[in-house]
């Protein structure tokens, strides 16, 4: 396995150098604005310069209005501007899409959250007996089920959940028992999406629009590429060798409820509305139960080592003394974030095409927070993975006195994936994720959590978790979990 898919990071940049090939960036025109919006557009162009960032963005609904622009272009080989309409690849913010169809599900009494995943997937299992009869939707939509996830379905079409629930599943052993650490997991949203499949009798695609975008009016929106490559849709960038470039070939996920949805700025935004209002429609229809919208903004499992916590789909942080939601992406090039705040009535999107745009995401996200709720991370807050790259520096200093190290000096390991080695040198600890990668030296800033303070990932975090007798027994690496062995 490659170590970005392994880590699930995205290299440094380059420094930048000008391209004058590099089409100048479009300004796109907003359906509504105000000084706070255009402070944080401000901030959204400088980090394009600095990041070397092609295409954004930007939506918010705020004082029960919706503001959206593009900035930048498509693609650098084939520039089109941004616009409310553009597709992006949303990657893992699709999770939300798919508890967004469970949870009509559940409100039509055809699935229920806490029954056995084997209630609706015949001859389901895995290599855990016990977690093979009392695994559930609730489990898998929380990232608790404790077995790896970061897989990917093989692409077979309309078959390729079946297969992952038939034929991957059953491989997979428990890195943790079944409901008691968090662990960012893709491969639970694949069985997710084939409860769907199964509940419905329609493949996954089908589903998902009768469901989710249909009713919605999200008609913008795609999980199929063929579907997608009629409109207009953005490429993936990166750097190489100090130039900004098109990724290729362009992929989506054949894991499509874990990350195979596209759409644009405009729809999303109207995703938004159902979630932070109370489940109607933007055109006030009934779509879901208040009650169900609530209980997926609502903490359900903390996220140990860390104050974050897990809703059914979103992942959920104290800013400021005020409940935040949001759903980070990551895929083929695209970095982006959809973030409530209910008690604020205020929602936000920042969608990006290139591999750093995690960077941006990071800074505009925080303007956001500060300029419409008046928020802000506390100093050394011990925040979590949602889905996205975040770097503990933004926020976080390492702690005057370090904690006694040798305790977390172990090998670990997430099989099939691979290991994690962390040992000590001279100047503290340092940890390694595979033969031939470089160590990263890491610093505490907090109780059991960590980050990297050097290398290609600085900032990047580690988090230690304990068992029921405060023993270290699982390492977590920007939000996988492995176990400890010996």
């Not at 016990?130 to 898998?140: F, K, M």
């Not at 900004?244 to 992929?251: A, H, N």
């Not at 802000?376 to 975040?390: K, T």
Request: include cysteine; hydrophobic fraction near 40%; charged fraction near 20%.
């Amino acid at each position: 396995m490659h170590r970005r898919a392994f880590l699930g990071l995205a290299p440094v940049p380059a420094l930048w150098r000008p391209d004058v090939s590099t089409p100048a960036f479009v300004r796109q025109p907003s359906t509504t604005s105000d000084a706070r919006f255009e402070r944080v557009a401000e901030i959204v162009r400088a980090k394009m310069r600095d990041y070397r960032v092609p295409g954004v963005g930007l939506g918010v609904i705020a004082d029960g209005a919706t503001t959206v622009r593009g900035f930048g272009i498509t693609s650098l080989d084939d520039p089109q501007p941004v616009t409310a309409d553009t597709l992006f690849t949303i990657a893992s913010i699709s999770k939300t899409v798919t508890a967004t169809a469970v949870m009509r599900l559940v409100d039509a009494h055809r699935v229920d959250l806490r029954a056995p995943l084997a209630q609706y997937v015949p001859g389901f299992r895995v290599l855990d007996d016990t977690t093979t009869r009392q695994v559930s939707l609730w489990h898998c939509l929380t990232h608790c089920p404790g077995w790896e996830g970061q897989l990917t379905t093989e692409d077979r079409g309309a078959e390729a959940l079946a297969h992952f629930a038939t034929t991957i599943m059953p491989t997979l052993p428990q890195l943790a028992p079944l409901g008691r650490v968090w662990s960012y997991n893709n491969a639970g949203f694949a069985l997710s999406g084939r409860v769907i499949e199964v509940v419905t009798g329609r493949n996954i695609h089908d589903a998902l629009r009768d469901l989710v975008f249909a009713p919605l009016g999200l008609n913008h929106t795609a999980t199929r590429l063929t579907d997608a490559m009629t409109r207009r849709f953005t490429l993936g960038h990166r750097e190489r060798d100090g130039r900004t470039e098109v990724i290729r070939p362009f992929q989506t996920t054949s894991s499509t409820t874990a990350g195979g949805v596209l759409t644009s700025l405009a729809d999303v935004m109207r995703y938004a509305r159902v979630h932070l209002g109370d489940g109607h429609t933007p055109d006030g229809a009934p779509y879901v139960s208040k009650t169900l919208v609530e209980l997926m903004r609502t903490p359900q499992f903390r996220k140990h080592a860390t104050t974050d916590e897990m809703g059914v789909g979103w992942h959920a942080r104290t800013v400021g003394g005020v409940m935040t939601l949001a759903h980070g992406g990551t895929l083929n090039g695209h970095c982006l974030l959809l973030q409530l705040v209910p008690a604020r009535g205020l929602a936000f999107a920042v969608f990006t095409n290139h591999v750093d745009g995690w960077r941006l995401v990071q800074d505009v996200e925080a303007e956001v927070l500060q300029a419409y709720a008046g928020v802000a991370l506390d100093r050394g807050q011990r925040i979590g993975h949602r889905g996205v790259n975040e770097a503990m520096t933004f926020h976080a200093a390492p702690l005057p006195t370090q904690p006694r190290l040798d305790e977390y000096v172990a090998t670990y390991q997430r099989p099939p994936v691979g290991s994690v080695e962390v040992r000590r040198d001279a100047s503290g600890l340092v940890v390694a994720t595979g033969p031939g990668q470089a160590d990263a030296p890491i610093t505490f800033y907090g109780p059991d959590v960590a980050y990297a303070l050097s290398g290609q990932y600085v900032g990047m975090p580690y988090e230690f978790i304990r068992d029921d007798g405060g023993a270290v027994r699982w390492i977590r690496v920007n939000g996988r979990i492995a176990r400890r062995v010996g």
